[in-house]
């Protein structure tokens, strides 16, 4: 059964193309590391909550959006393997710029229950 990375982001706005620009590097890696797919969603209409919310979630500045993320992956084998590669593969370094505060990115790896 496949296995999935998802993520939570806020980015600024106006780092939209950068944004855009890091996934699009990193993708061959993730790619080469055994992964499927990669779905890198902006904003669009993420309401403020009372309760909970996308924004709260990841408080939110003026001037940011939400972006909703996810990679799908063979098995949870394979996705932990290119996690670990993080701290020894150098590549990464040089792929992966993060345009948006890390601190208040929201993630998780997940078993699916149901797939249509």
């Known amino acids: 059964m496949t296995h999935v990375w998802g993520f939570l982001t806020p ?8 944004y855009l620009e890091s996934a699009r590097k990193s993708w061959d890696l993730f790619k080469e590391y055994g992964a499927l797919s990669l779905h890198e969603c902006w904003e669009a209409e993420v309401p403020e909550g ?4 996308f924004p709260m979630a990841v408080k ?16 949870k084998e394979t996705a932990d393997r290119c996690g670990a590669s993080f701290e020894t593969d150098e590549r990464w370094k040089a792929t ?10 929201i993630y998780g790896s997940f078993d699916p229950l149901f797939e249509a």
């Open 11 to 18: 980015v600024p706005q106006e780092n939209k193309a950068a």
């Open 50 to 53: 009372k309760l909970t919310s």
């Open 60 to 75: 939110r500045e003026e001037g940011e959006a939400v972006v909703f993320s996810w990679m799908i992956w063979p098995d």
């Open 96 to 105: 992966m710029d993060m345009p948006f505060d890390g601190k208040r990115m």
